[in-house]
């Protein structure tokens, strides 16, 4: 296995990684910044305030997006195992 294949591994396992953590992330950012922008209007300081919408939202999309998830996953170890067999 040359340097560009390794290279090439870890790149698409670093896609992957962003393809299923992205839409996690992109909703965490978003709900943390209405909540932050209604705790700066209200002057409520509270700590679970912003954990709580987040817990919730996240839990939601984990129960929809899942399956997603795994397929996405699984799909990019089977590509790795066949590289293994190859090797």
Do not use: C
């Amino acid at each position: 296995m040359n340097p560009g294949e390794v290279l090439s591994v870890f790149q698409s396992a670093l896609y992957v990684a962003f393809k299923i953590a992205g839409p996690l992330l992109i909703v965490s950012i978003l709900i943390g910044l209405v909540i932050a922008i209604f705790q700066a209007a209200t002057q409520i300081h509270e700590q679970t305030l912003t954990f709580v919408p987040k817990v919730i939202v996240l839990s939601v999309m984990l129960l929809t997006l899942g399956s997603w998830m795994i397929k996405t996953f699984s799909e990019f170890f089977n590509q790795m195992f066949d590289l293994i067999s190859r090797i």
